[in-house]
């Protein structure tokens, strides 16, 4: 069965990573480390998201624009 968050995230388990990282710096009592965490932690990821949703568009084509039209890459109404 697909869990809620597959059909409005395309990439849940690096929304789980970022929300971690910045969940365990803060969980130190530092919202700056907080930030910077999850700033570090999103660079880190932008890459790779750009290089398997181009292996998923010229592997699926049009049923990964369709998909890739109706959800966000990682953040619910943002992006």
């Known amino acids: ?3 809620a968050l597959g059909r409005a995230l395309r990439h ?3 929304t789980g990573t970022l929300v971690n990282k910045f969940g365990l710096a ?5 919202w700056p480390g907080a930030t910077v965490a999850l700033a570090i ?6 890459p790779r998201i750009r290089v398997e949703e181009a292996e998923l568009r010229a592997g ?3 049923a990964h624009a369709g998909y890739a039209s109706t959800t966000v890459r990682l953040v619910l109404r943002l992006w």
């Open 1 to 3: 069965m697909e869990h």
């Open 12 to 14: 849940p388990s690096y």
């Open 41 to 46: 932690a999103t660079l880190g990821h932008l």
């Open 26 to 30: 803060l969980a130190f009592g530092s």
């Open 60 to 62: 699926f084509g049009e």
